[in-house]
Every structure is written in structure tokens, then in C-alpha cells.
């Protein structure tokens, strides 16, 4: 047990999910070629204004809600000046002393301390800013703008969390979140979503906060858990060689796995932030905030708790479904065309889920899939015949008991034909049915399974059993 | 040179192409008054030709119209008289000029200004200073000195310049043209180069009241491009008044000091006496904060034009400059450093030590305290009870010698001392030209209500008719 308390906060800039940025009518598409998504007012030319996109507004303030935040009837856009190449404008349009959001909280399971809350200290909206290629031309840098003017949530935590884990385990579930609500793809490969992190750390039972350090723009859950694991470490030797912490930004090298210094405190940048004359105060309606909560889907939590209250699953299986909203719409979909809730959350967790993870749909449709759960319930499939029925659902528009019949996997229950599959188990395994003969009965089970495999799942297993018996009898 | 008026309506009765050869050799002739930035004999051409092709029932059709050099135009270069945008050409053309050139007015020229609209007498142009059309040797008032220039010398009947702090009513005054500055957000800022966002507003200089409220009516209206623009009607020319009866016009006492210029004194007296005589009840009101006004101008529009103008940086447009170190940090001092002048240096180092940390509260916080108690002066003198108009000196002077006060820019910046309260508070307000004092013309401003430009106007084209412009005061 480390005789030190870690103590971290989060900043995460999500992208919000518009088709057009936060400013002007620019493509927020990924990976178009260079400089293809701008406009005057992204590129910051001479004359150009910018005008607030409604849908930005609109999905910062599902995600605030959804995070338990108030959205203000009035929020003040500033800049935030500081000269880089990347930033057309020489600032950006952020929020600072007048956020859209505060006030929520976000409810996780630490993997250290269970069940806990993190506060939400607010949620602003900003502007992207460019990306500098220092790989395009030997020797030269070159700026690509356009990320420049997508439109951001930035979503800064209270220092909450008490370990690298458990900021791992708040991140997945704001993720989470902010994908159900539709606010966010919160894709880190296309960097929609980005992580500064502060780390501090104290005595256990100190309750002044040690100084903090800001590790910079993680890209990747795993490397905000390791990024906080080597800051951790470099902190606590510090301290404990008898040195002091100085607050500092530093930046983490996911080659090494170690933070490097960025810049003091007092090479920090002033942003002098002031309100942006550009652009008039943001006023939202109370009606209009009421409106966004309402249309706000169900949220995972709450999800999950109807699924185990209503549908009698196991917490693991709802917790699976409820973890994204395609996941739950489908299973609802399967319970509605008349499938048994557990069955249809075992296959969907067992088999559905792998096509799932691999396309991002569900390729079988959900009043097929009930129909498969029906049959086995039936015995008319066996459950083993059954998952290889499944995959051919997507692709098959027959039946789902025409395409049973199609790959020959109706259920056998003849006792001719099992007989003939059991006689052609015995006689491959003679060892095995001495064995038995010599009284270790529970060998039945391995017969009854080879009858399975030879029948290829279509043998109803609980006719094989009585035949089998009456052959070594 | 000689002043040959073309009137909209003479110019409305000509070809387009006439008025384009006629331009081009009033252009000409007044090349020694530095005035012009950017013209061609090719463009007018264009110009005319695609005037060609409109209705010659458009309201402004064939209307010769200079430009200040601020607003963006896809056909000119646009330097904001700046060596730091040297030869920029916008990709676009921003709503303003659009609707101008839709209704039918034909781009003249770019004309010179203060660079980036800092100033107050056309002498701090990288290109130059431009020439008081009826004095050499005097400034034609700044920033929009060019476009006064033009219009008093009869190169053009209208202009457009830009305010932020007094920039068209200053010039007007000294040029002995009418100068109006409509209501913060009547008309869209989209493709004026930003100097002070809160305070920027495309204005008009017209050798008529009429001219200048043509256009003015013809670029006002809500533009979906610029987020502080109103949703109003677009502002309709009114019909100059018969009589000034009904009208109580007040005389705010602060901006008649007791060492007002005698000729500018001399000026608004008979201003005064003619608004009488056209049956205005004449009242002193009083505006305590506006002698605060140039202070807190010069907080906040120097804010925020220090992050205006942190975009010119030699990365994306403009001349750029490495720097000796070779690294970007190096590239942006050589370039800022040699592409700005040192008037736009100065404002830029006074814009960002008061949005500093530890400075932002005394100064920018303080500022805008100010500014919202200057505008409530206004409110209450204008509000109900109160005036229907409010009536000053543009300038405490006339027009001043070239080389009198660049060398002491506070005494530059009080030649503003009664134009920037009425910017700082967002009102609309013109300049009329009221008379001479020894051949050099006085202005008196108008104040209105927010949104009230009409009534100006209507007013401004009573006084217009029984004051002989050209007269001398006294």
C-alpha cells in the first residue's frame, strides 16, 4: 500500500457531432485532404465574422444535461489569445468566466472504491484548432486547418479521482455517455476525443490538495492511465527525496511511457481572456433546456436498473446491454418481436455482439433473431444448431426454419436416425464402451456428446440419451 | 482642383460606361491628394459592364462609390493601409458592398485611410498621407480621410468609410461633407476588416444628406453572416422635413466648452439659430461620463483590436518575414515588426497590457463599467422626457496641419473628444456641414435613439436646406 494519495482531475475535449463546424459552414468530415474543409471565417481572413452553429449548442447541452450539469440561460463566448500557427485567428473562441454548463456529476464503478460519483465542475464550448505536420516536407512545417473551427466541448471534472484507474474507469463512463446522447463519436483515433489530465499527490487523511502538474493531450484511455501511473511516480520520488512538486505542464511520450516538462507556471501562457464582440451572449430559453432534457434517451444507469427490474438480468448482462444505445435498442427490439428477455440477452451478448464490435451493426434482424430463440425453445433447433443457424440470418431472407432445414439442422428426434449416429459412436470408441460396461456410468455424458458432434448439433439430446442406454444395455 | 458634382441622379441619366470614363479622369486629376489606394481603368470597365446588365431601376444605379480600403473586395487589393496586408486580395466580398454593387453602385476605387483605422487624420497610411482637398498642407481628419477626401472633391458622390471612434463624422466635419454613422449593428460587418468589434460600423460620406441616406438604407438589414447585426427592417430613406416643428433638440452642455474653437462656436450658433427659425425647441441637456469617453475608447478598442490583429502573422497571407533565429516565434516579430506601423504597434501593446492578468479588472473591466454609463447619459437624455435629438461640434477644431500632432498621440486623440461617447454607446450620428471658418469647413453632429437614424436624417435634410455649406460662419 502506497503511503501516498493520488488525486487527479480531468479536462476532456470531446468533438461535438455536427456535420458543420462551430463558426461557419465547413465540413467537420475526418481525413479529407489538407486544407479542403475551410472557408474564410476558419481560416481567419481579414473581414470574416463568425455565427454560432444552433446544433453544436444544441448537443453541448444534451451532453451537459445527460452529465447532470445546469445549462445558463446565458453563456458569454471569449477569446483566448496566444499566438501558434495552428490557430488562424491568433485566439480561440472558448467560454470562460460564463460557461454554457456546471454543476453535474458522473456516476462510475471504481474498480478500487465501487460505486462513486465524480463531480462535473462544467462544460464549455470552443473551436478546434488546426493540426501542424511537421512530417509532409523536410525540414518545414505545414499546417493543415482543417480541424481549425470544429466545434469542441470541453468537460472539466472536480479532483475526484484517487487513482490512474479509477480515472480510466470515469473516462469509460463518460464516453459513454456522451455516445449515448449522440453528442459525441468520442473516437480517439479521430481524435474527437482528447484528455488533459491534473495529477496531485498527498498524506492519506491530508485534506489540503499537494500542487498539481497538467499532463497534456493523452490520446488514449490506456495512455491516460499509464501517463498518470509515471507522473505519479515522478511526484512521489520527489517528495520523498525530500523535494517539493512545482506546478508544471508536461507532456506524455507513449514510446517511453515517460511525462516530460512542457512549461513552469510561470512560463504559462496569460490568455487575457475578454468576451468575444463578435458574437452576442448565448441566451437560452428556459422552455428551450426543458425541451433538450425531455428528448434525452434513456441514460445507461437507468437503463440498466430497468433491464435487471423489469427483465430479471443478471446485472453483468444488463450492464453489457446498457453500455450503448444500438446495443439496448436491439435487445428491446428482439423482447418486442416476442423473444424470452434472458435467451435474447444471451445471444446477443454470446453471438450477436462479435459481428457487432466488427461492422458496428447487427446484421440479423431482431424479429429473426426471436424467431431462432423460438425454435430452440421448441426444440425444434438445438441450441447448438441454433448459433450456427445465426450467422446465415443476415444473409439468408428464407425462414428462419427454411434455413434450418436449408443447412440440415432441424432437430432429430427420430429414433431410427439417432439410433444409427449412436451405433456409430460406439463402435469408433470401444475403449470407452468397456468402460461403461464396467460400471463408470457417467461416461454417458462423452457419448451423448460425440452423438451431438457427429449429428452436427441436430440430434435432440434428450432423446439420445434413453437410446444410448438401450444399446449398451 | 475643380469640384464637379455628379449627383446620383445625374449619374442615374448617364450610361455606366460614361460615368466610368469620367471617373477614371476625375480619378486622375485627383491623384496629387494621395487619396486613392487602389483603382484601374480595367476595373471601372468591368464595373460599368456589369452595371450594364442591371436594372436601371435599381436604387443606387451607376452611383459611383469609393471604398475604404478596410472593406474586402474580391477585384481590389484590400490593405487596410497597412504594409502588412501589401497586396492581399480577398476571396470574397463582404454583404455591405454586395448589396451596393446589387442595387447598382459602381466600386470606384479603394481609398486611403489611418492604417487599420488608427487615427484621426489620414497620416498614419503606410501609402502615404492623404491631402485636405481644399489645403494641402491640412489633413483631410482620419481614419476614413480618403473617402472624405474623394467625396469633397468631387470624385465621387458617396463614399463608404468606417467608424469605430468618430472615423467618418471627424473627416466629414473637416472635409465639409456629410458623414453618417448608423446604429451598432443596422449594418453587417461581414467583409470589414475588424478594428474594435463592438464599436466597428460601416458608415457613409455623401456630398447630400439624401446621397448618404440612399445608402445607408440600401446595406442595412439583418445579415445572416454577422451575428451582432438587428433584426429590423432595412432603414427607409426619409423625406427631409419641411420644419423642424415638434422637435426638441438638446444641447448637451459638456461638449460646448468654453474654449470651443470660435470658429466651430460660431458654426453650431448658427446651426442653432437655423433649427430655431425651422421651429426647434432648443434645450441644454447635460452627458456627465462622456468626458470619460476617450479614456475608455482608448481601453477597449485597443483591446480588442490587439486580438484583431493577431491574425496578420505572415503564416497564412501577407508579406512575411523569417526572422534572424529562423523559428516562428522569430517569424512573427520580424513580420509584426515590420509590417505594422507604429500607431497600430502602440494600440496593440495598450489592447494587451489591459486585458492582462492582473490588469484586466483596473482597466478593461473598469472600462466597460464606463462605457455602459456613458450609454445610459445618452438613454436618459434621449429616452422618454427627455430630446429628440441631440446636437454638438463634430470637432473641437477645424481641420488641422499635416505634422501637428503625430508627435503627441494623446492630442491626436482627443481631435475624437466628441464623436467616441456616441460610438461607445452604439448610436447612430452624422455630421453636417454647417458652414466655413476661413475657407475651412465646420460640422455639426446629430445624435439620435438607437435605430433612429431616420429621424436624424429627416432633420439633417431641413437644417441641409437653409445652411449655406460654403458660407462663412462668422
Known sequence: ?473 | MTSVPIHAEVSRREPAGTVARELARRLQSAEPLNATLHWSQSALDAEAARIATLDPASPLYAMPLALKDNLVTTEEPTTCGSRILEGYVSPFTGTAVGRLRDAGALVACKANMDEFAMGSSTEHSAYGRVKHPLDPDRVPGGSSGGSAALVAAGVVPAALGSETGGSVRQPASFCGVVGVKPSYGRVSRYGLVAFGSSLDCISVFGRTVDDAARVLSVMSGLDPLDATTVDRPAMAVPSPLRDLRGLTVGLPTEYFPADLHPGVRAGLDRTIAAARELGAEIREVSLPYSRYAVPTYYIIAPAEAAANLARYDGVRYGPRRVGSEGDIRSLYRATRGAGFGAEVRRRILVGTYVLSAGYYDAYYRKAQAVRALIAQDFQRALGPGGVDLLLTPTTPTPAFKAGEKTEDPVAMYLADIFVCAISLAGLPAMSLPVGRDQGLPIGAQIIAPEFEEGRMLAAAGALERVLGAAEEVR
Open chain 1, 1 to 473: 500500500m502506497t503511503p501516498w494519495e493520488t488525486v487527479v482531475g480531468l479536462e476532456v475535449h470531446v468533438q461535438l457531432g455536427t456535420r458543420s463546424k462551430m463558426f461557419c459552414g465547413c465540413s467537420t468530415a475526418f481525413g479529407n485532404p489538407p486544407n479542403s474543409n475551410v472557408c474564410p471565417v476558419c481560416l481567419g481572413l481579414p473581414g470574416a465574422l463568425p455565427v454560432p452553429n444552433a446544433h453544436a449548442i444544441r448537443l453541448a447541452a444534451r451532453a451537459a444535461l445527460a452529465l447532470g450539469c445546469s445549462v445558463h440561460g446565458r453563456s458569454v463566448f471569449a477569446r483566448k489569445n496566444y499566438f501558434y500557427p495552428d490557430l488562424p485567428k491568433g485566439y480561440q473562441i472558448s467560454q470562460f468566466d460564463q460557461p454554457l454548463a456546471t454543476g453535474g456529476a458522473v456516476a462510475f464503478e471504481s474498480p478500487e472504491r465501487g460505486r462513486m460519483t465524480v463531480g462535473i465542475t462544467r462544460l464549455h464550448v470552443e473551436e478546434d484548432a488546426g493540426k501542424l505536420l511537421h512530417d509532409r516536407f523536410p525540414g518545414k512545417t505545414a499546417v493543415d486547418l482543417n480541424r481549425a473551427g470544429v466545434p469542441l466541448a470541453e468537460i472539466v471534472s472536480e479532483p475526484d479521482m484517487r487513482s490512474p484507474a479509477e480515472a480510466k474507469a470515469y473516462l469509460t463512463t463518460l464516453r459513454q455517455l456522451l455516445v449515448y446522447v449522440g453528442a459525441s463519436e468520442c473516437s480517439m483515433e479521430k481524435g474527437s476525443l482528447r484528455v488533459d489530465a491534473n495529477i496531485s499527490v498527498r498524506r492519506p487523511g491530508e485534506t489540503k490538495l499537494g500542487t498539481k502538474c497538467e499532463v497534456k493531450n493523452l490520446n488514449s484511455f490506456a495512455n491516460v492511465e499509464r501517463a498518470l501511473h509515471a507522473e505519479r511516480a515522478r511526484q512521489v520520488g520527489l517528495l520523498e527525496a525530500g523535494g517539493r512538486v512545482t506546478q508544471m505542464t508536461l507532456l506524455f511520450n507513449a514510446g517511453t511511457g515517460q511525462v516530460k516538462p512542457l512549461r513552469s507556471k510561470e512560463e504559462s501562457h496569460d490568455y487575457r481572456y475578454f468576451p468575444d464582440p463578435d458574437l452576442p451572449p448565448l441566451v437560452l430559453a428556459p422552455a428551450w433546456v426543458k425541451e433538450q432534457e425531455h428528448e434525452l434517451p434513456e441514460l445507461p444507469d437507468a437503463k440498466r436498473e430497468r433491464l435487471i427490474a423489469s427483465h430479471g438480468l443478471a446485472a453483468y448482462d444488463a450492464g453489457v446491454i446498457a453500455s450503448e444505445q444500438a446495443i439496448a435498442d436491439y435487445f428491446e427490439a428482439v423482447l418486442q418481436a416476442g423473444a424470452e428477455p434472458k435467451a435474447a440477452a444471451n445471444w446477443i451478448i454470446n453471438d450477436a455482439m462479435t459481428g457487432y464490435n466488427e461492422s458496428g451493426e447487427f446484421r440479423v434482424p431482431p424479429v429473426r433473431l426471436a424467431e431462432l430463440i423460438r425454435l430452440v425453445a421448441r426444440n425444434v433447433v438445438s441450441q447448438q444448431a441454433a448459433r450456427k443457424i445465426f450467422p446465415e440470418l443476415g444473409n439468408d431472407d428464407g425462414s428462419v426454419q427454411a434455413v434450418a432445414e436449408r443447412l440440415e439442422l432441424l432437430q432429430v428426434s427420430d429414433t431410427g436416425a439417432l439410433t444409427d449416429w449412436v451405433d456409430e459412436v460406439l463402435s469408433a470408441h470401444p475403449a470407452e464402451v468397456a468402460r461403461y460396461r464396467a460400471g463408470e456410468t457417467k461416461l454417458i455424458g462423452f457419448f451423448v456428446g460425440q452423438v451431438m458432434k457427429r449429428s452436427q448439433g441436430k440430434a435432440d439430446p434428450k432423446g439420445v440419451q434413453p437410446v444410448i442406454v438401450g444399446r449398451l444395455g
